[in-house]
């Protein structure tokens, strides 16, 4: 759905600028878009690979396992229906401590295990369990400690101090996390109890 909405967009954009006589405007939109675009990623890409390895240091030293494991206690009060010990909580953990640093991208694998896993041990295969719905809100609130890509994107445009939105992008994550949770749990209890 959302791929049409954007064709639409981009094709109504096309017969605009070739209906009033401005295909040079198009052609230097298309021009500058794609510049910019590869400026951004020429930036980015350096932060991120320093992230990502550190995050493979982290699973191949097993230090990924060993926070995953802190995480334990937490994750079996948050998500009660999961046997103790499957592996879809350190599929869970892996996805939330990646989000932490906010590496999205690296996230993303953990989570479609944890959702596979967490699918397996479903009982109605046709619809979300308690436990997909809470991780589903879990990974989308994003509870940041270190935003990456916003600091990245920052530094792209030369912010004075790019890192000064951490603290604020803390208290937002962690503000959307809680109000996400309290909310998955007052209706959980009303659909799934």
Not at 60 to 81: D, I, N, Q
Not at 157 to 179: G, M, Q, R, Y
Request: include cysteine; proline fraction near 5%.
């Amino acid at each position: 759905m959302v791929n049409k909405i954007w064709g639409f967009f981009i094709i109504s954009g096309i017969c605009f600028c070739f209906i009033t006589g401005k295909l040079e405007l198009l052609n230097k939109q298309i021009l500058d878009s794609t510049k910019q675009s590869f400026d951004m990623i020429i930036q980015i890409f350096p932060v991120m690979a320093l992230w990502m390895g550190i995050m493979n240091i982290a699973t191949v030293s097993g230090l990924l396992k060993k926070m995953a494991y802190r995480l334990s206690p937490f994750l079996t009060k948050l998500f009660p229906e999961i046997p103790k010990g499957h592996e879809s909580l350190s599929y869970i953990a892996s996805n939330i401590i990646v989000n932490l640093f906010g590496l999205g991208n690296a996230a993303t694998p953990f989570g479609l295990k944890a959702m596979k896993s967490l699918q397996a041990i479903n009982p109605k295969k046709d619809t979300a369990s308690c436990s997909m719905v809470t991780f589903l809100v879990l990974n989308t609130s994003g509870m940041t400690i270190v935003p990456t890509t916003i600091i990245s994107l920052r530094m792209l445009h030369k912010s004075v101090n790019p890192t000064e939105i951490v603290f604020p992008c803390i208290l937002a994550t962690l503000c959307a996390t809680i109000a996400g949770l309290l909310l998955d749990r007052i209706l959980a209890r009303r659909y799934y109890h």
